[in-house]
């Protein structure tokens, strides 16, 4: 690789990354990798791209920084190498409600040498399997598998028999609560030294995704309440429209005032704010029909939004995988500034379309390369021109910043990796092919 | 409307008590089962996949309607199966090795259903050797599902092994997940790709017939 980020810069990443927000051309199009939990990489091809670009002595571990996805640290050695632009900065603890502490070594089931949280309980089951403990704790029923084999974790549903009369939000919302003051201490530590790094900082601390449904089951919580089966929710967006309102209302006061505390403690330092990552896309197209969107999720983003842009200065950022086509009016609509990770692989998400119609005001942060087909099982050339052209598309005016879509996965050909870099370095600079 | 129509409609509207209550009443009338099956489930599932493919219902009212059907289905079985109505076939579905997700193939299974195929459920991670048992067992259709780019090669495994066991001609193999094309479906030798529940069910017909 002829060496990505090696190139003078003459503009600082954040200055690059704010340029690009503003729909202005900044010097060269930004670019993330890490900056969050759909932005990131799995820990196999992070040692394997360290290993590549000579960072690290064969068999260093990498640290798994997000063990549901099993997403690796982008350390800052990585960063500078491949000249990223954003840092994230989370909540202390995880997915599973324990924090990334007390490193320990594992090695997955690619072979892959590993530090994991020490709550994360490496002991396979009968089956081989790998299973996950809400808050680590072993004498409650698992909340999350990994396979035998597998590279990933799932949720393990955990659905007490629904009683129709007994229905109580409460038992939904026992995941969203007030920022405690550890968190909040984090958070200002962790924004103030993403910030020092003159880095754009992506912040995912208000716990404001409506109805996601990675977190439906409650894969932290030790005896999860209400609804938590992934149907079974899915069908209450149609049976019960009231209940889900009302965990809604519940969860977006929870969520406004976390983000006021975080406002209060570090004010503008943040770049970007993630807001959602519920996903309202499959492959073919959106989950749920516009009118759903309109009426019961799009007045909570709305508000969410409306706050953001009248007590701060953070840009609003909404991921959501697949065909959404059919939605981004109104979601653009309700006021997201970012829009992620543009699934140009789904059906009616036309890359051309898409800038010609958002491109004024969204910035599309992600669709750089596609990660059903080109990255894993294309050729280095079709990653190259892939690379190349989405720069051209998205990237004219400023409103991009580069991004694959969604995180990079494992078994990726490190060549690929290794192409797609070297191109993003040599097609970034403006004025754009 | 008559007793069908009532039915149909329930299912389409995913109220399940009702279509419930409509197999009951119409058993006690003295509807043929296999009647109330194809003019009341399956032409209300045929309508439900329809609502889908032209975007005017969306995965939750799918999921509402499908679970009225499962339900009423629950109450015809042992009419239909003491009538002797056959069922349309059997499809053995299962997401492959190493993947859990299963909203998707859920989906498709339930459309099957609705269309009158008997359903072996094989879940999640499941191992060739189940899919291989299940056409040992009499399945007519193998139906495989993945969502991640790391498992969907297991499809070709999977295929392979079939094959190896001497099993290939006894069932059609069908694939569907999120990172799933026709052209992939092909060069692994599968039999048929669908791009959504509803369409399986057409690639299901289409393969059973010939």
Known sequence: MSGPGTQQSTMASR??????????????????????????????????????????APGTPVKVVEPYQMLGEIAPDLLDALGVDVVGVGLPTNFFGFENEDWKPWTTFDGTPVLVPGAFKTEPDANGDILMYPEGDTSVPPSARMPNGGLYFDAIVRQDPLDEERLDVEDNLEEFTPISPAALAHVTREVERAAASG??????????????????????????????????????????????????????????????????????????????????????????????????????????????????????FIHSCGSIWR???????????????????????????????????????????????VLPFGTPDEVRAMVKERMRIFGSGGGFVFNTIHNLQARIPVENILALYDAVNEYRSYPLD | M???????????????????????????????????????LIAAMAKVGGLYEQGEIYVPEMLVAARAMTEALAVLKPELVSEGVPTAGTVAIGTVKGDLHDIGKNLVAMMLEGAGYQIVDLGVDVRAEQFIQAIRDGADVAAMSALLTTTMLNMQENIAAITEAGLRDKARIIVGGAPITAEYAEAIGADGFAADASSAVRMVQQLLAT
């Open chain 1, 199 to 316: 880095r754009a900082v992506l912040a995912n601390v208000g716990d404001t995704a409506f109805g996601d449904i990675a977190f439906v089951p409650g894969m932290k919580l030790k005896h999860p309440r209400g609804i938590r089966d992934i149907q079974e929710w899915y069908m209450s967006l149609n049976l019960r429209p009231g209940y889900v309102n009302e965990v809604f209302e519940r969860q977006c006061e929870i969520g406004l005032r976390n983000l006021e505390a975080v406002y209060d403690a570090v004010g503008d330092a943040i770049t970007v704010i993630f807001v959602t990552g519920t996903d309202f896309g499959t492959q073919q197209g959106p989950f749920i029909s516009p009118k759903l969107y309109r009426d019961l999720f799009k007045p909570f983003h709305v508000r969410v939004n409306d706050w953001i842009h009248t007590n701060t200065r953070w840009k609003s």
């Open chain 2, 2 to 40: 008559t007793l069908q129509e009532e039915l149909r409609e329930a299912v389409v509207e995913g109220q399940a008590k009702v279509a419930v209550a409509k197999v009951a009443q119409g058993l006690v009338e003295g509807v043929p089962a296999g009647t109330l099956l194809r003019e009341g």
């Open chain 1, 327 to 373: 939605l981004l009016d109104d979601m653009v609509d309700a006021g997201f500034d970012v829009l992620n990770p543009v699934q140009t692989s789904a059906a009616d998400m036309d890359p051309v379309a898409l800038k010609a119609t958002y491109g004024d005001r969204v910035t599309f942060w992600g669709g750089g390369v596609d990660t059903q087909r």
């Open chain 1, 15 to 56: 200055e690059r990354v704010e340029l690009a927000l503003a729909h202005t051309e900044p010097d060269r199009v930004p670019l993330d990798l890490g900056g969050s939990a759909v932005t990131g990489m799995h820990v196999d091809s992070v040692y394997r791209l360290r290993q590549a670009l000579g960072l690290d």
